[in-house]
């Protein structure tokens, strides 16, 4: 067993850890029993510092500026030329320096206790771990395509936490940083997305193929290795062409949401096209969009035509987020840690980026040819449904379940656990 420790700042730290549930004890660092005030104080803090930085970033000018100044300081630096980038930043110095108040000693004091290797998936909590003396092996495990130097410690090339990386370009990132063990795992996918002997990602993946090559322009140019991956494709799909769209952690980018209950109002209600709208853990999110739900006429296609995944609890949420990927074909996101969902064969659609982390992630997807940036929202209907007719997402569906990483949850717990 292991501990996999997260915050929630943000889905995507929950995200990574969720799917080391069978072999780790998932613990909250941010909200746990017992917590000091002074340390829940702290935490909340800096989760309500970026989600409100984060959303200013839709404000003009001035929530433009602010979000800019924040982003200076976990901006992710030019990868070339490849030169040391051990210097510590300022963000880096503000966090070491609450732990020299005792930040989150009450939290490794607990986990000292049965002292079983941790694996944080925030670099917060490996910071915590290291400095005041844990026990056990410390695992940090990187949750985009890209990292600054906020995610390596203040002195590196003395420390003992081993990075777990989703990508050949963080291995080299942080060894600029002066990291000294690094290893590849990829990103951990949910297994029940995966299914034993890739059973269940096969399944899903063979299905959606109809929906997002409606002319088989790209079915029948990779047919062969289509069938020897899959078996078969079928010529028509169970379900209307379903897109998912997820709303970031801390609401941002929601207007998008209600764009395309606008824009595709006409597809709903026909039942050509299905809207799964994730909003996540916040009821006033969900509420924002049953209210645009009932101007727009649309209340008789919920749960139908129109859906929206809605839990209070971090794993209800991710339950329902799951089972409803699964009937997905396109998934329309902000380039956070769902660009790694790629990998499940569905392609994806990035809204723009937040923050240079997400920069670096798009930059990833459509290097690698597993997502595309989304079009003018003003003409949506038109550059949309031509992609669609065209095959161009059906060509990154193929090339993420070709070329990505599927078992990193896997890898993970051989890297820790060495089995």
Not at 136 to 141: A, M, S
Not at 295 to 308: K, T, W
């Amino acid at each position: 067993m292991s501990y996999a420790v997260y915050s929630m700042i943000g889905y995507g730290h929950f995200r990574a850890a969720y799917p080391l549930r069978d072999f780790s004890e998932l613990v909250r660092a941010d909200d746990y029993e017992g917590i000091p005030r002074k340390d829940k104080i702290l935490w909340k803090m800096l989760s309500s510092g970026y989600a409100s930085i984060t959303r200013s970033v839709e404000l003009p000018l001035v929530g433009e500026l602010a979000f800019l100044s924040f982003d200076y300081f976990q901006r992710v630096p030019r990868f070339y030329p490849r030169r040391d980038l051990s210097r510590p930043n300022a963000a880096l110095l503000t966090i070491y320096g609450l732990m020299r108040l005792g930040f989150g000693k009450d939290l490794i004091r607990k986990l000292s206790r049965e002292p079983i290797p941790m694996i944080a998936t925030y670099f917060i909590p490996a910071f915590m771990a290291e400095r005041y003396s844990y026990p056990g092996e410390i695992y940090c495990l990187v949750c985009d395509a890209d990292v600054a130097r906020t995610w390596a410690p203040l002195r590196p090339r003395g420390s003992r936490i081993v990075y777990l990386a989703p990508t050949q370009r963080v291995v080299e990132r942080l060894r600029d940083y002066g990291v000294r063990e690094v290893r590849l795992t990829g990103f951990p996918l949910p297994m029940e997305l995966i299914g034993d002997d890739m059973s269940v990602l096969r399944e899903d993946f063979s299905k959606r193929l109809p929906n997002l090559d409606p002319n088989r322009v790209f079915i029948d140019r990779y047919s062969p290795l289509l069938k020897e991956k899959l078996g078969g494709i079928p010529e028509s799909s169970d379900h209307p062409l379903t897109i998912m769209f997820s709303v970031g952690g801390t609401g941002v980018q929601a207007r998008l949401g209600v764009s395309l209950l606008r824009k595709l109002a006409g597809e709903l209600a026909r039942g050509e096209v299905r809207l799964v709208i994730s909003v996540g853990v916040r009821r006033e999110l969900r509420d924002h969009y049953m209210s645009w739900v009932d101007r727009l006429g649309l209340r008789e296609l919920l749960d139908h035509s129109i859906m929206l995944v809605f839990d209070p609890s971090p794993e209800g949420y991710l339950r329902k987020f799951n089972e409803a990927l699964r009937r997905s074909d396109i998934l329309w996101t902000k380039p956070s840690e769902l660009s790694f969902y790629a990998a499940l064969g569905i392609p994806i659609l990035a809204s723009e980026p937040v923050g240079s982390h997400e920069v670096s992630n798009l930059r990833w997807l459509t290097k690698g040819g597993y997502g595309m940036a989304q079009g003018d929202m003003r003409y949506f209907e038109h550059w949309f449904f031509d992609w669609l007719r065209n095959g161009y997402f059906a060509e990154k569906a193929i090339e993420g379940f070709l070329e990505l990483e599927k078992l990193g949850a896997l890898k993970v717990r051989e890297a820790v656990l060495g089995r």
